[in-house]
T-cell receptor, first 116, second 112 residues
Framework: GAVVSQHPSWVICKSGTSVKIECRSL??????MFWYRQFPKQSLMLMAT?????????EQGVEKDKFLINHASLTLSTLTVTSAHPEDSSFYIC????????????FGPGTRLTVL | GQQVMQIPQYQHVQEGEDFTTYCNSS?????IQWYKQRPGGHPVFLIQ?????EVKKQKRLTFQFGEAKKNSSLHITATQTTDVGTYFC????????????FGKGTLLTVNP
């Protein structure tokens, strides 16, 4: 149980285009989902926290107009990187928790974004 | 905001040697979690420690939470090549008990 999927697993796009990444909880309802980015050989940096049906809470320094988050249901959250630039190239990982998971976060497999 | 310092950044050992990674916080933590990320993979939850002085074991892994709940350690006895990966500690922070602040991680490599 507690499986989280992400799609796509990797994407290459041209500078200026937008990319949507989906995060799904497959066998549980995720009351809260988190979006992280991870640069090579670095730690996970929390970008935003999203709760179903409400606006995402962004961490300081993360542009909400550039990283659009939609948590439309208890099993799906999407992150759209708008007008992507090479510096947005990174590993984006989502995680999900439930009210019953005792703070444990279940991570998706991640999406590697490369912006040319 | 919440900061968790983790050392060492890298550790290379011979198979069979022990390994320890440490995390420290300047503030008292309500709990601390440990995750493992294999190369090319995603973080996988290992354990959560909540009580002061708590010690938990998972086979060759021993997790400790300090008496003051400001530090924690993960110790692996007799490492194996399957232990390779980055070990992160993570603590709640930012005013929310749900958000996690991750340490920088310790990359463990094991020479067979």
């Amino acid at each position: 149980g507690a499986v989280v999927s992400q799609h796509p697993s990797w994407v290459i796009c041209k500078s200026g285009t937008s990319v949507k990444i989906e995060c799904r909880s497959l066998d549980f309802q995720a009351t809260t989902m988190f979006w992280y980015r991870q640069f090579p050989k670095q730690s996970l940096m929390l970008m935003a926290t999203s709760n179903e049906g409400s606006k995402a809470t962004y961490e300081q320094g993360v542009e909400k107009d550039k990283f659009l988050i939609n948590h439309a249901s208890l099993t799906l959250s999407t992150l759209t990187v708008t007008s992507a630039h090479p510096e947005d190239s990174s590993f984006y990982i989502c995680s999900a928790k439930t009210d019953k998971s005792n703070n444990e976060q279940f991570f998706g497999p991640g999406t590697r974004l490369t912006v040319l | 905001g919440q900061q968790v310092m983790q050392i060492p950044q890298y550790q290379h050992v011979q198979e069979g040697e022990d390994f320890t990674t440490y995390c420290n916080s300047s503030t008292t933590l309500s709990n601390i979690q440990w995750y493992k990320q294999r190369p090319g993979g995603h973080p996988v939850f290992l354990i959560q420690l909540v009580k002061s002085g708590e010690v938990k074991k998972q086979k060759r892994l021993t997790f400790q939470f300090g008496e003051a709940k400001k530090n924690s350690s993960l110790h692996i006895t007799a490492t194996q090549t399957t232990d390779v990966g980055t070990y992160f500690c993570a603590a709640p922070g930012g005013g929310s008990n749900y958000k996690l602040t991750f340490g920088k991680g310790t990359l463990l490599t094991v020479n067979p």
